[in-house]
């Protein structure tokens, strides 16, 4: 419920931040780039991202401390795009990306939100395999069913010899 609840309000200030006018720089009277959206907003890492940037002449570049920086191909000489793969290793919460097309600079200070791996304890998530304990308590098991079902049987063939 709290994850629920934090996932939401992260994803509010995101589009409320998104909304606001991002810092950008106009050249040779050209419209300057604008509103930077990245899709998903909060993702997992190693996730891949799509940024799309308004008014925005190629070649752009795209770039942020949560991926490397990928190239943006253009639509209509308006609207680029590009996928960027999340690392493996982001720092969770906000991230901002920034784009330099051949118009001007765009910076989007809170674009997307990394999300980290869930903390779900030691029930079955080891990944060194069994232990010598596993081992020992698993063969228990199967001596005792092996004997209880040998009983079980001799005991049945017993009964019908009466």
């Known amino acids: 419920m709290r994850t629920t609840r934090a996932l939401a309000a992260s994803a509010a200030?995101?589009?409320?931040?998104?909304?606001a006018a991002p810092a950008s720089v106009a050249r040779d009277g050209m419209p300057s780039p604008s509103n930077i959206v990245?899709?998903?907003?909060?993702?997992?890492r190693g996730g891949?991202?799509?940024i799309t940037v308004n008014n925005c002449s190629t070649p752009a570049t795209?770039?942020?401390?949560?991926?490397?920086?990928?190239?943006?191909?253009s639509r209509?000489?308006?609207l680029a795009t590009g996928t960027a793969t999340v690392n493996r290793d982001a720092r969770q919460g906000s991230h901002s990306i920034s784009v330099v097309c051949a118009?001007?600079?765009?910076?989007?200070?809170?674009?997307?939100?990394v999300i980290g791996g869930v903390q779900g304890g030691l029930g079955g998530s080891s990944s060194?395999?069994?232990?010598?304990?596993?081992?020992?308590?698993g063969g228990g098991l199967?001596?005792?069913?092996?004997?209880?079902?040998?009983?079980?049987?001799?005991r049945r063939r017993a009964e019908r010899r009466i």
């Open 13 to 19: 200030a995101v589009a409320v931040l998104g909304i």
């Open 38 to 44: 990245a899709l998903p907003s909060v993702i997992a």
């Open 103 to 113: 118009n001007g600079t765009v910076i989007n200070p809170a674009a997307f939100s």
């Open 128 to 137: 060194s395999g069994a232990t010598p304990t596993d081992v020992a308590i």
């Open 48 to 50: 891949q991202l799509t």
């Open 76 to 78: 209509n000489g308006t």
């Open 142 to 154: 199967v001596a005792a069913a092996v004997v209880g079902g040998g009983l079980f049987w001799m």
């Open 62 to 73: 795209a770039s942020s401390d949560a991926f490397r920086p990928i190239q943006l191909t």
